[in-house]
């Protein structure tokens, strides 16, 4: 009777440790980002273009005068120390506006 046969065993090659980790360790973040990529662009590509606020939403008029308004003082803050916070806040405001007309 013959000898049975004996398969013939196949070297295999297995990462280190090491390789392996560090291949998860940068993979796994790539991979989660290019997933979340695409489903952020999949998401907007049927997106409407912006509308105007409607008349109903719109917000009233400020009901405290230019002078007694904390929010232009704030801004003046940082101007000289001679002038006035609250008119340096409303020249400053009055300036960004000009210029976000142009």
Do not use: C, F, H
């Not at 290019?34 to 606020?53: C, I, K, M």
């Not at 003046?76 to 976000?100: H, I, T």
Request: glycine content about 8%; cysteine-free.
């Amino acid at each position: 009777m013959p000898p049975p046969a004996t398969r013939a065993r196949i070297p295999t090659t297995r990462p280190s440790g090491l390789g392996s980790a560090l291949g998860w360790l940068i993979g796994l973040p790539l991979l989660t980002l290019a997933l979340a990529t695409g489903a952020w662009v999949l998401s907007n590509l049927g997106d409407a273009d912006p509308q105007q606020r409607p008349k109903e939403l719109a917000l009233p008029a400020a009901k405290v005068s230019d002078e007694r308004n904390g929010a232009y003082a704030l801004v003046g803050l940082r101007a000289a120390a001679d002038r006035e916070a609250a008119a340096a806040g409303r020249e400053s405001w009055r300036l960004q506006q000009a210029q976000a007309a142009r």
